[in-house]
């Protein structure tokens, strides 16, 4: 398996695919560079090369009991970069993935072409007076509890409810879908799982004011997880080059559920 080792001597999985100009794909909680299978597949018959990793904590990576936040996760996305010697690439973070991506992007601008956050974080997902949509802070309370809890249980209810919008009227469940999402949750560690949520508490404000290449913001209108209202306007306005494609009744796994909609979407950014 292709792996780096960065200066903490932690080993980060990556996969890396083709040739072209570099995307490079970050993954949400709780999953791994798999969760991109979709993504990767289409932009490598499009002729792009593809790169993707497990962030460290999760999948195939090691999972160290120190540097499970947003700072080292970026240090770590930088050192692979640096490792691949990658230029003018694109970054599409997905969900948490979406913060990671922002983060990396405002430092690291010289490697940079485009960015596109899909069902994002950014620029803060909690609930305040300035951010009314957000999440209340029983729910980020809930989500370490089942990580503490029945890990096991707690990561198919996620996939089987708000995640992909299985519980919403109409929706026809796959299981197939919410099996591979519990495979790659219960491939990480509980530790970094856990920790993740100190990450949702964050506020990427200053990071998308920093970003001067051009971003798609990708947002379902029905995301469970990461309120529309929550993120997405306030995200674009930040934005220096943004813009704002929205999908009506999406969830917040869209690239999962809706990949024959998103994918071509994403390269005529990409191409645009």
């Excluded at 560079?33 to 990576?61: E, K, N, P």
């Excluded at 890990?151 to 299985?166: A, C, H, I």
């Amino acid at each position: 398996m292709p792996t780096i080792t960065t200066t903490d001597n932690v080993t980060i999985f990556y996969k890396d695919w083709g040739s072209g100009q570099p995307i490079v794909f970050s993954h949400g909680w709780p999953l791994t560079a798999d969760d991109w299978d979709a993504q990767m597949t289409f932009f490598l018959r499009h002729g792009y090369r593809v790169i993707a990793h497990d962030r460290r904590g999760h999948g195939r990576s090691d999972q160290p009991s120190t540097g499970n936040d947003m700072d080292h996760w970026v240090a770590d996305l930088a050192a692979l970069t640096e490792h691949l010697d990658l230029r003018d690439a694109i970054h599409i973070g997905h969900s948490t993935g979406g913060g990671e991506v922002a983060r990396y992007v405002a430092r690291h601008p010289e490697r940079v072409a485009k960015a596109v956050l899909v069902a994002s974080l950014t620029p803060n997902m909690y609930r305040s007076e300035d951010n009314p949509s957000g999440q209340p802070p029983e729910w980020f309370e809930a989500i370490r509890a089942g990580v503490l809890g029945n890990r096991s249980q707690f990561y198919r209810f996620v996939p089987e409810n708000p995640f992909y919008g299985y519980n919403l009227d109409g929706a026809e469940p796959s299981e197939a879908i919410i099996a591979n999402w519990w495979r790659q949750g219960m491939a990480g560690g509980a530790l970094a799982h856990y920790a993740t949520v100190d990450t949702w508490l964050e506020d990427y404000s200053e990071d998308l004011k920093k970003i001067t290449v051009p971003v798609l913001v990708m947002h379902g209108e029905a995301d469970q997880v990461v309120p529309f209202a929550s993120s997405v306007p306030r995200a674009v306005d930040l934005l220096k080059n943004g813009s704002l494609k929205t999908y009506p009744g999406y969830p917040h796994g869209m690239l999962t559920t809706h990949a024959d909609v998103l994918n071509p979407d994403l390269l005529s950014f990409i191409r645009s």
